[in-house]
């Protein structure tokens, strides 16, 4: 699918879980689209589940991006990652500029924590890790255990194994998003 440079921030700390970034946006770059890994300066720590592994280098901080530089979020997993951005004010406040607009996000495993937080959940349907089930419901969400689920600019996927089918349903979400002229 072509994103014809639609611009995606992908938002994550240490802890994310490695192939729930990477993978999204090699994806992303294929189909033509540009993605900025955003939270702290320098590089941030990836996990495969429990273990250490490879380090990603941020392209920008969150502190120096704001909602209207993107066309679409994309949230990887990962408990310590999505525990960590949660409580980050500045994350609440972008998440919820986003979806006030209806822009595209793509959120995978634990990364609906940070969209509890944010206060977005309530009447939303969401595929997630499944040790988060009752966060989900408690906010009012609706939790479904399925591969991936699409409610209106959200596409949402339980795990790594999950990955082909959330790429193949972010990419077409994220095509639909009409890139603004710059």
């Known amino acids: 699918m072509q994103l014809d440079q639609i611009r995606v921030a992908i938002i994550a700390a240490d802890g994310f879980e490695e192939s729930e970034l990477t993978e999204p946006m ?3 770059k294929e189909g033509g689209g540009k ?9 941030i720590q990836a996990m495969k589940h429990h273990d250490k592994s490879s380090r990603v280098k941020v392209d920008k901080t969150l502190a120096q991006v704001s909602p209207g530089d993107y066309d679409a979020v994309m949230l990887p997993g ?3 990652n999505a525990d960590t951005l949660r409580v980050e004010p500045k994350l609440q406040q972008f998440l919820r500029s986003f979806d ?3 822009k595209p996000m793509a959120i995978i495993c634990h990364a609906p924590w940070e969209l509890i937080s944010a206060g977005l959940v309530r009447g939303r349907k969401f595929a997630a890790y499944h040790t988060i089930h009752d966060d989900i419901q408690n906010a009012g969400g609706i939790y479904m255990d399925r591969e991936v689920v ?3 600019n959200w596409v949402t996927s339980r795990q790594p194994s999950d990955l ?5 349903e972010m990419l077409k979400l994220f095509a639909h998003a009409a890139a603004p002229a710059r």
């Open 164 to 168: 082909p089918a959330f790429n193949h």
């Open 78 to 80: 990962g408990a310590l």
């Open 100 to 102: 006030q607009d209806d």
């Open 26 to 28: 090699r994806a992303m």
């Open 35 to 43: 993605a900025d890994v955003s939270l702290k300066s320098g590089e």
């Open 150 to 152: 699409v409610d209106r």
